[in-house]
């Protein structure tokens, strides 16, 4: 199955700036994901990332603050914007195969 | 809407002590149910897919088995390392991978 690398792995950020999550997969994927999983939680979709597209997002995440890079088959980027304490959480980048759907290890991002 | 329930939230086992954890879902035309091993601080672990109720699947102690309304993950006699959070999701006609909260399971020596 694909391999997905996904850094940083953890980050502490002050409140209002941004931090952008680089995801890279070994492998050609035609679609790639975003999650987010807060303390406790379990996985709530934020967007599909499509390759020549803009990135399609789920109901309760807007581009301005998630907005999101598919420059080619193999790579995405999300940016958390303006960020507060409560977007403190996991954020994880998926990409399908044959086998599935891949996860990266995830982003531990902590805004103090 | 589709949805997906898993039960217990929390499951504590002596090493040896076989049990089944659930997952009920629903959802408008399944394309697939998908059991994910996730361990603190890592992504989720690919363990099975699931396409049609009857199947059935194994990988070493684990079991994975499908009805039109639920999933089991059984385990036959678990070791230590088999403690970890099990996530259980569904795809449906939106496409979406849909999860459950988790079961988190202990095996204790």
């Known amino acids: 199955s694909a391999v997905i690398s996904q850094k940083p792995s953890r980050d502490i950020c002050q409140r209002g700036t941004s931090l952008t999550i680089q995801c890279q997969v070994d492998?050609?994927?035609?679609?790639m994901f975003w999650y987010r999983q807060q303390p406790g939680q379990s996985l709530t979709l934020i967007a599909t990332?499509?390759?020549?597209?803009?990135?399609?997002?789920e109901s309760g995440f807007v581009i301005d603050k998630f907005p999101i890079s598919r420059p080619n088959l193999t790579f995405s980027t999300l940016t958390v914007s303006n960020m507060s304490p409560e977007d403190s959480s996991i954020y994880l980048c998926?990409?399908?195969?044959?086998?599935?759907?891949?996860f990266g290890s995830g982003t531990r991002l902590t805004v103090v | 809407e589709d949805q997906v329930t898993q039960s217990p939230e929390a499951l504590r086992l002596q090493e040896g002590e076989s049990s089944s954890l659930n997952c009920s879902y629903t959802?408008?035309?399944?394309?697939?149910l998908f059991w994910y091993r996730q361990d603190p601080g890592k992504g989720p672990e690919f363990l099975f897919t699931l396409y049609s109720a009857g199947e059935e699947k194994e990988k070493e102690r684990l079991k994975a088995t499908l009805t039109k309304k639920e999933s089991f993950l059984h385990i036959t006699a678990p070791k230590p390392e088999d403690s970890a959070t099990y996530l259980c999701a569904v795809q449906g006609n939106t496409g979406k991978l849909i999860f459950g909260q988790g079961t988190t399971l202990q095996v204790k020596p």
């Open positions: 990332a499509n390759q020549g597209s803009e990135a399609t997002y």
């Open positions: 998926s990409a399908t195969d044959t086998y599935g759907y891949t």
């Open positions: 492998s050609q994927v035609t679609m």
């Open positions: 959802v408008s035309g399944l394309r697939g």
